[in-house]
């Protein structure tokens, strides 16, 4: 696990590229529902596993190749979004921590898709509920 410890002005630097790659990466989660909703209405439900089988209908296993495919992508994606420092905490709403720390103490600088720059962090053990603004008085803790 990459326990790189930014500055805000770290986070912040990356915003444009995280933007760009979580924005293609909802995008390709879009793209997954829509395939599996059509391959679910095409075989009556939404399959469990995707088995790619010579009997399926030439549009079925089109769909599963497809489908497979978009996987793929989208798994490449989240890594190289992870290899900025970013952990993932919820890839639906595309929402990344990044350690930082406040007083000494570690924390998470918390970022979410949409938003254009960080502008709130939370303790380690507290999860998105738990985010606090950055005010003037920590931000100027963190830009070190």
Not at 12 to 18: F, G, Q
Request: with cysteine.
């Amino acid at each position: 696990m990459d326990r790189r410890v930014f500055t805000l002005e770290a986070v912040n630097d990356l915003v444009p590229r995280l933007s760009e790659l979580v924005g293609r990466q909802l995008e390709r989660r879009d793209e997954i529902e829509a395939t599996l909703m059509r391959l679910g209405r095409e075989l009556g439900d939404v399959p469990e596993r995707i088995v790619l089988d010579p009997a399926d209908p030439i549009e079925v296993r089109t769909m599963k190749r497809t489908l497979v495919e978009q996987i793929e992508a989208y798994r490449a994606g989240w890594r190289e979004v992870e290899e900025t420092g970013a952990v993932l905490k919820d890839p639906r709403i595309g929402l990344l921590d990044f350690y930082g720390t406040v007083d000494g103490k570690l924390v998470w600088l918390c970022w979410k898709y949409g938003e254009s720059e960080c502008a709130f962090y939370h303790a380690l053990e507290e999860g998105f509920s738990g985010r606090k603004p950055i005010g003037a008085s920590v931000k100027q803790r963190l830009l070190n």
